[in-house]
C-alpha cells in the first residue's frame, strides 16, 4: 500500500522567515496530495491541495509544489507569523475505478514561529 | 451547516473492555472515514466508508470494526481494549470518497480514548 514519509518532523523559523515542508510518497498511482493543519487541541484543518495533473498551486503564502517522476510534494509558507505555529500534515491518495482511495498521512512536521 | 460531530468527547476504558464511538458526518456528506491519532505515529488510517459499504481498510487488527448507516452515521468499535489503543479517535467526512475533486475531508474534533 501507500506510505508518506515526511520531513523534517520539527521545524523552527523565524518570524518572517520560510518553511519548507517535504513529503515523498511510494505508489506511483496516488493523485491526490492535501496538506493538513492542526493547532494544538484542535482537527486538522485542509490548507490547500493538489492533483497530479499540475505541478504547482499557490494560496497566498502558501503553495505546494508537486513532483510526479521524483513523487514527492512539497508545502512551502512565505513570511511565516505566529499564528502559523501548528502540526502540519501531508497525505496521498489514489483514485482506482470506481473505489477512492483512502487518505495515507505523514507522521506531521511541528513548526514554531518565533516572534 | 454542522460540522462533522464525534461523541462522546472523552471516554476512560479498562484494559479488555470495548468501546463504540459515534461519528455524524457533514449534512449531505455520504464518506466516512476514521483515523488513529497518537503522538508518534500521527494520523492513521482505519477504514472508509461510503454509501454503508467499507471501502478500504487499514492495517488494524480485527479488533477494531465499524459500520456505517444509512443516513451516513457511522460508528467504530474496538474490542478486547489494549493499552496501545489509547489515542485521538479521528473521524472525517466527505461529500464523495477522498480524492475526488473538491471533496477534501473534513475532522470532527475527535474522541480522546484512554485505556487503563
Known amino acids: 500500500g501507500e506510505n508518506v514519509e515526511q520531513h523534517p518532523s520539527t521545524l523552527s523559523v523565524q518570524e518572517g522567515d520560510s518553511a519548507v515542508i517535504k513529503c515523498t510518497y511510494s505508489?506511483?498511482?496516488?493523485?491526490?496530495f492535501p496538506w493538513y493543519k492542526q493547532e494544538l487541541g484542535k482537527r486538522p484543518q485542509l490548507i490547500i491541495d493538489?492533483?497530479?495533473?499540475?505541478g504547482e498551486k499557490k494560496d497566498q503564502r502558501i503553495a505546494v509544489t508537486l513532483n510526479k517522476t521524483a513523487k514527492h510534494f512539497s508545502l512551502h509558507i512565505t513570511e511565516t507569523q505566529p499564528e502559523d505555529s501548528a502540526v502540519y500534515f501531508c497525505?496521498?491518495?489514489?483514485?482506482?475505478?470506481?473505489?477512492?482511495?483512502?487518505?495515507?498521512f505523514g507522521k506531521g512536521t511541528k513548526l514554531s514561529v518565533k516572534p | 451547516k454542522a460540522g462533522v460531530t464525534q461523541t462522546p468527547r472523552y471516554l476512560i476504558k479498562t484494559r479488555g473492555q470495548q468501546v463504540t464511538l459515534s461519528c455524524s458526518p457533514i449534512?449531505?456528506?455520504?464518506?466516512v472515514s476514521w483515523y488513529q491519532q497518537t503522538p508518534g505515529q500521527g494520523l492513521q488510517f482505519l477504514f472508509e466508508?461510503?454509501?454503508?459499504?467499507?471501502?478500504n481498510k487499514g492495517n488494524f487488527p480485527g479488533r477494531f470494526s465499524g459500520r456505517q448507516f444509512s443516513n451516513s452515521r457511522s460508528e467504530m468499535n474496538v474490542s478486547t481494549l489494549e493499552l496501545g489503543d489509547s489515542a485521538l479517535y479521528l473521524c472525517?467526512?466527505?461529500?464523495?470518497?477522498?480524492?475526488?475533486?473538491?471533496?477534501?475531508?473534513?475532522f470532527g474534533n475527535g474522541t480522546r480514548l484512554t485505556v487503563t
Open positions: 472525517a467526512s466527505s461529500l464523495v470518497p477522498p480524492s475526488s475533486y473538491n471533496s477534501p475531508l473534513h
Open positions: 505508489d506511483s498511482a496516488s493523485n491526490y
Open positions: 493538489i492533483r497530479s495533473n499540475v
Open positions: 497525505a496521498a491518495s489514489m483514485d482506482y475505478g470506481g473505489s477512492q482511495g483512502n487518505l495515507i
Open positions: 449534512s449531505g456528506h455520504r464518506s
Open positions: 466508508y461510503f454509501s454503508e459499504t467499507q471501502r
